[in-house]
Every structure is written in C-alpha cells, then in structure tokens.
C-alpha cells in the first residue's frame, strides 16, 4: 500500500492559520501585536536566512518582528545587556539568540539570562523543567512540538505505541522523548532513545511503531532498520553535494527516503516535512507568551 505522506507544508499551514486569527484577537484586545525580538550575532549566512525567514513569518501572520544584529566581535557584556533590556520591554512577548553565537559567547549563559516566560525557544533549563515533569504553563520546544502537532494533525496517535528516537540532542532529541512519554493526549508512549553510544541500533529501530529521525546524517535509516507498516518521522535537514542540481547541492533528511517509504504506513517527506512546522511552533509560542504575559488562562 502506498504510504501517507505526512505533509509539514499543509499541517503548518493550518497551525498559522491559527496563529494569525489568535494574533488578530490580541490585537484587538490588547492594542499591540505580539512581538518577536530575534538576536543575531555576526553574519553567518546560513543564520541570516534562518532570521530573516522567521521575520518574514511574524509579519505573514501579523506578529510584530524585532531584529537585533549584533556585530560578530560583539561581547558577552553587549549581548546580557540587550537581552536584560528585551526582558524589561513589556512590548517584547518572545526573545531568541540564534545558534550557533560566535565561540567568545557562552551560549548556556545567554539563554540563562532570557527571562523563561519570553523563552519561545523553550532552551532555558526552567521550562526544559516544567516539560519533563509533565507541566503544559511554559512552552514545548518548537521542533519536537512540530512533531507533535504532526502527528496530531494526521490522527496518529502515539499513546501505548513503542516510538524510538535516533538521536539525544537538547533541541531536538531529549525533549521529543520527554514530550512523548507523558501521560498526556497526543503522547502517552514506550519510548526508546538510541543514539552514537547505542549498541546494535538497528535491532531497536525495527521494533518501532514511530520512528523519529534526528541525527544529522543524510539518509541514514535505511529500509532494512524499519517494521513493515512504521510510521517514519524525519527532522533531518541535510545538504549534500549534487552536480545535477543547479545550486550544485539539495537537501536530505535522516532517512533514504526512496527505499524506506513503500515500507511505511506514513511517513515525513524533506523538505516539505518537519521543516516548516518549527517555524509555525515558533510564532504559536510567540503569541502563547504575549496571552501569558496578559495574564490569559491557556
Ligand atoms: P545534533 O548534532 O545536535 O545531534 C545529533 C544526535 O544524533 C546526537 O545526539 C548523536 O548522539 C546522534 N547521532 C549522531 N550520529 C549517530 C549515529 N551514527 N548513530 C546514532 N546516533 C547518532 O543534531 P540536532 O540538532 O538534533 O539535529 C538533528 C538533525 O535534525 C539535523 O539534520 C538538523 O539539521 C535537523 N534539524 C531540523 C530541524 C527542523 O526544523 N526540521 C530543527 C532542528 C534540527
């Protein structure tokens, strides 16, 4: 049987157009739109991209967007006293530091100092907190929570399922475990989590019912590491070398999606999959804060 695609475009399409009709009814309430103060430090283009596109989101859905371009020598000094600043203007609702920051910043420093309830990224170690231990009044971190809403969207649901992440990334792979095993709707699974340290990865990957992908390595689930009818879920976003290709590159996921699609009862397509749906679950935290720092009950 053909498997379904799981369409990240589609499922993010219909998160936005939420996103917008919540933000029009802050307006109209509130006088000001919810607010995203993006930081950039230096000018690595690849993060240029990532920023300008998240600004571009904001306005699409009528948020308001703030950059911050801080010069790449810029101190550890500059950057606390920006965001103390941020954290002090009632009229930001969200505040995010793009990563990777040049190596003289302290990455884990400056998230500490981001003030949780504007933390849209859900990095800080409070609301990482609140999320293992099952609490929903801070925020999920936006690519695990794409996951989730996929899901959701395509009524998969993984409760008393055995989901297997391959990968424990504080971003992607360690929240999606903690999001997944919570006695909650949309979750309530077995989880495994295998990784660069696990013995034997393959014999895990075929027991599960949900395989997540989120290692980094072009095409590295292949057909033979996955249970006949899986629901295969790829965050990957990798960009290999193509002489066929007019760029003289395309794009990736984690899993060799040619062989191991016909196994699937469903499966995330790159691009096109995960992709889209960080940056919807970025602008839905983004208004989330801006009803929270109102003092709206969620
Ligand atoms: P990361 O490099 O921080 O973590 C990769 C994880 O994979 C590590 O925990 C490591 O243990 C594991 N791993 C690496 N090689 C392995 C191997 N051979 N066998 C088993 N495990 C292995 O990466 P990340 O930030 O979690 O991102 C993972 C992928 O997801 C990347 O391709 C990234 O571009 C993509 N990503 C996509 C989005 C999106 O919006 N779709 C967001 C974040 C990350």
Do not use: W
Request: glycine content about 8%.
């Amino acid at each position: 049987m053909e498997p379904k695609i799981l369409s990240g475009k589609e499922c993010a399409a219909s998160v936005n157009a939420e996103t917008q009709a919540m933000a029009e009814k802050y307006i109209e309430k509130y006088g000001i739109a919810p607010a995203l103060a993006v930081i950039l430090i230096g000018d690595d283009p690849a993060s240029c991209v990532y920023v300008n596109s998240k600004a571009q989101k904001c306005v699409e859905l009528g948020l308001r967007s703030e950059k911050f371009l801080l010069d790449k020598d810029a101190t550890m000094e500059e950057v606390l006293a920006l965001i103390d600043k941020l954290n002090n203007d009632p009229t930001i609702h969200g505040i995010l530091v793009q990563s990777p920051p040049p190596p003289q910043i302290d990455e884990e420093k400056v998230i500490a100092a981001i003030d949780p309830a504007k933390d849209v990224d859900c990095f800080h170690a409070l609301n990482v907190g609140k999320m293992l231990i099952g609490k929903t009044d801070g925020f999920f971190p936006c690519t695990p929570y794409g996951v989730l809403k996929i899901l959701e969207y395509y009524n998969i649901d993984p409760a008393g399922k055995h989901v297997v992440v391959i990968g424990r990334s504080n971003i992607v792979g360690k929240p999606l475990m903690a999001l997944m095993v919570q006695k909650a709707k949309g979750a309530n699974a077995t989880v495994t989590c295998v990784h660069s340290g696990t013995r034997d990865l393959a014999s895990y990957t075929r027991q599960a019912d949900i395989l997540i992908a989120a290692i980094g390595k072009s095409e590295f689930v292949k057909a033979d590491m996955v249970k006949e009818g899986a629901v295969v879920i790829d965050v990957g976003i990798n960009r290999i070398p193509d002489a066929t290709k007019k760029s003289g590159s395309r794009l990736t996921g984690d899993v060799a999606y040619a062989e191991v699609a016909p196994k699937t009862s469903a499966i995330t397509p790159v691009p096109g999959g995960v992709g889209p749906m960080t940056i919807a679950m970025l602008m839905r935290n983004t208004v989330r804060a801006a009803l929270m720092a109102a003092g709206e009950k969620l």
